[in-house]
């Protein structure tokens, strides 16, 4: 008898996606995209935001970004602190050390979450948004992802 797999956390899409996001697109890149367009069969795509939410998820990163998305990627792998040069909404530009946890995607935009340490909070960092992310050496302070995104569930006590 076939073990019933459960679907994925967030955490997990989270961890793949950006692992796709920075890929091109190449045949393994679009092979994939299919394959976690595949994990998303469980899920109700007549709601227009996991819809609009998994298009952005699988389409590929135009280069400039999918470039500050490897260094996320890596910063989040390797424990360490990473350098935003952000642009927040109004147009300032910002320098910030952020612990970064994951990343996640929401509608049609892609976002860093992370501790940021001149805020003393957590934040989320849109992509398009992010000037410059530079990798520093400083390593980055533990931070489990099921408290930073949305949408989990509560786990009976």
Known sequence: MKPSASPLTTAEIAALALSLAHL???PQANAARHGLRHAFEHLDLDDDVVAATLTTLTAPLPDEVADRARTIASCITSRLVIRLHYRDVSGRVTVRDVDPVTCMVHRQHWYLVGMCRMRRAIR??????IIAAEQTFLPARPHRPEGFLPFQGKRAA
Do not use: H, L, M, P
Request: net charge positive.
């Open 24 to 26: 091109g697109s190449g």
């Open 124 to 129: 989320a960092f849109r992509f398009d948004r």
